[in-house]
């Protein structure tokens, strides 16, 4: 059976958000997504490009990634929505490979089994996410926007609030927001998006 994949791109880099934030990982940006992110209904514009893409196949997925990884044996499927593209021949062949599976999801979508590390990042009402409990959540959030009430049904070991990027940067009101809003929840924590400060991918 013929398992092909569109992927915009490769890259090897650091995680800059998150529990993970400074570790080394092989990124694969899966094309499509099933959400258009604006700065009017999210808070945010989305800033990645993931239209584009070429098809590739299963064993040839897996061998891009060794050679452009190397030593690091930890992979963080994004997208774009991977939750469209991920299933259980693909999570097999990096498992029997040996790598360690994470995932960035906006969690409208069910996720296959095998993963290792899940982080949700929810663009749209908690009523509509398919995924629920997982490693962690992290909520983007602009001026005036707030928290939704996470009843017991959603279940993770770290909740983030990240301030939301402008094209110039990160606007001290909206870092100061933030800050107000864990004062006011404290079992949330920040997250900044590291790898635009450290100036990498």
């Not at 013929?2 to 958000?17: A, V």
């Not at 999210?42 to 190397?70: H, P, R, W």
């Not at 299933?87 to 296959?112: H, Q, R, W």
């Not at 606007?171 to 590291?194: F, M």
């Amino acid at each position: 059976m013929s398992h092909e994949y569109k992927i915009n791109e490769i890259f090897y880099s650091l995680q800059g958000e998150g529990a993970r934030a400074g570790s080394a990982n092989v990124f694969i940006r899966f094309s499509n997504c099933n959400l258009r992110c604006t700065v009017e209904q999210n808070g945010f514009d989305c800033d990645t490009e993931f239209i584009s893409g070429k098809q590739m196949g299963l064993s040839e997925l897996v061998e891009a990634v060794v050679k452009i990884g190397g030593k690091c044996r930890s992979v963080i499927f994004t997208g774009g929505e991977p939750g469209l593209s991920l299933n259980d021949p693909l999570i097999a062949a990096f498992k029997k490979a040996g790598y360690y599976l994470a995932v960035e999801s906006n969690g409208t979508v069910a996720l296959p089994e095998g993963l290792d590390w899940i982080c949700i990042s929810p663009k749209t009402a908690l009523h509509t996410l398919k995924v629920k409990k997982g490693n962690e959540i992290k909520f983007v959030r602009n001026l005036d926007q707030m928290l939704p009430p996470l009843s017991p049904e959603y279940d993770w070991e770290h909740k983030w609030i990240s301030p939301a990027f402008r094209s110039d940067g990160l606007a001290p009101e909206v870092l100061a927001h933030c800050i107000q809003l864990i004062k006011e929840n404290p079992e949330w924590k920040l997250s900044t998006q590291q790898h635009k400060i450290w100036k990498v991918r």
